[in-house]
């Protein structure tokens, strides 16, 4: 009796959370108090919001819900809910490569961060990209194309690779450099100066590689983004 009452308790608890605490791994997104601005030239696209955990009537993501300010020689991003940012000067087509390195103070536990190029229609439901992200916490890097808003296919699935710079053990800290190099055919995803993956172009599963170019922070993240760079 103790049991199935303790069991009925849970469930009850379970029930009770509002779906709008709810984030795509069922837990809260943080709340962040941003300026509702951007560095200049700057913009954002949210991930689409998960109808599953969104109270009906909640108003969509703003940029009251983020933080992204310039610090020193770079940015800092504090999320808030998943979203990508971006310049639209930073475009590339043909032969270049887009690289910047990650600073996290602590861990971030099962969330990840990157870049992205091959930008397209980013602010309406045809947007289209691929990018590469990384896990500290346990070593992991991805790879993805999102087409529409669509769940993203996974190119590489969240996998452990010597190459990517793990949580401190004291203090959970992590610093990873990231570049996605785009040759003729192929594109090269290189996380502090190794390759970790090269796909040819023709297996991208419709990515393109020309387009915008920029930065995918997910969910709950607070990290340093400096050496930005994008070179034709």
């Known amino acids: 009796m103790l049991k199935s009452t303790t069991q009925f308790a849970l469930i009850a608890m379970i029930a009770a959370t509002p779906l709008c605490a709810q ?31 969104v109270k009906p009537g909640t108003p969509p993501p703003s940029l009251t819900d983020i933080s992204f300010v310039t610090m020193g020689t770079g940015y800092h991003i504090t999320s808030g809910p998943a979203a990508i940012y971006y310049n639209s000067k930073d475009m590339a087509k043909g032969v270049y490569g887009v690289s910047a390195t990650f600073h996290q103070a602590k861990s971030m536990q099962h969330e990840a961060y990157g870049i992205f190029v091959g930008g397209m229609n980013l602010q309406d439901s045809t947007q289209n990209y691929l990018y590469l992200v990384i896990r500290p916490m346990d070593g992991s890097f ?91």
Do not use: C, Y
Request: overall charge positive; charged content about 20%.
């Open 23 to 53: 984030g795509g791994r069922g837990e809260a997104t943080d709340k962040v108090t941003g300026s509702g601005q951007l560095p200049a030239g700057w913009m954002v696209r949210f991930d689409p919001v998960n109808p599953r955990f």
């Open 142 to 232: 991805a790879i993805e194309h999102r087409s529409s808003n669509a769940a993203p296919t996974k190119l590489v699935s969240m996998a452990p690779d010597a190459a990517v710079s793990k949580d401190s053990p004291t203090d959970g800290s992590a610093t990873n450099t990231l570049l996605i190099h785009v040759a003729k055919d192929t594109v090269h995803f290189i996380v502090n100066g190794k390759l970790v993956k090269a796909i040819a172009k023709a297996d991208l599963g419709g990515a393109m590689t020309d387009g915008q170019a920029g930065v995918r922070v997910n969910h709950n993240i607070s990290v340093h983004v400096d050496g930005w760079s994008v070179k034709q």
